[in-house]
T-cell receptor, first 112, second 111 residues
């Protein structure tokens, strides 16, 4: 099973809302990633977790707050977002053997 | 600084044609290169990963090659089908695992 799941598929939120994105994998991968993708652009890395610890933060604004509760789950907490934060948010995981990154289907976020 | 370039940005071919997508990178000190497919509004699907010690990888109608010395990789698609229409991305990792992506090639296969 090489599946990464993400919920919700779509999310519409106001600038004052608090919401969370969820990502899950059961491949035993210990590296997990959050990417942001705008239309017609490649994904941009936001955060990397390695063995449940944050190892990379690509200078992401504090209104995005990642969390890794266990080795299978990755959350992205959202608060006071701006309309320009509207994008496709992708989660990925990577295993230690093949280095292949497996991506989830993404959450389409719209900030009004 | 690693930079990844994909040419062309868009490609339209009739069904049944064989085609080649190109990917170039500036720093040849890579340890692998990954090709992805992305359908509109969807996530990325991993197609092939080539380790730096390999010259090519094959999966079905797809064949990816890697020439580290020239900083190039190609993705060959045989007997293209309308279902192959998508954006194809190549990416190389930094030692942190961060992927450096090309801008992608959007392929349209016409019936």
């Amino acid at each position: 099973d090489t599946e990464v799941t993400q919920t919700p598929k779509h999310l519409v939120m106001g600038m004052t809302n608090k919401k969370s994105l969820k990502c899950e994998q059961h491949m035993g991968h210990r590296a997990m990633y959050w990417y942001k993708q705008k239309a017609k652009k490649p994904p941009e890395l936001m955060f990397v977790y390695s063995y449940e610890k944050l190892s990379i933060n690509e200078s992401v604004p504090s209104r995005f707050s990642p969390e890794c509760p266990n080795s299978s789950l990755l959350n992205l907490h959202l608060h006071a977002l701006q309309p320009e934060d509207s994008a496709l948010y992708l989660c990925a995981s990577r295993g230690p053997v093949t280095d292949t990154q497996y991506f989830g289907p993404g959450t389409r976020l719209t900030v009004l | 600084k690693q930079e990844v370039t994909q040419i062309p940005a868009a490609l339209s071919v009739p069904e049944g044609e064989n085609l080649v997508l190109n990917c170039s990178f500036t720093d040849s000190a890579i340890y692998n290169l990954q090709w992805f497919r992305q359908d509109p509004g969807k996530g990325l699907t991993s197609l092939l990963l080539i380790q730096s010690s390999q010259r090519e990888q094959t999966s079905g109608r797809l064949n990816a090659s890697l020439d580290k010395s020239s900083g190039r990789s190609t993705l060959y698609i045989a007997a293209s089908q309308p279902g192959d229409s998508a954006t194809y991305l190549c990416a190389v990792p930094r030692n942190t695992g961060k992927l450096i992506f090309g801008q992608g090639t959007t392929l349209q296969v016409k019936p």
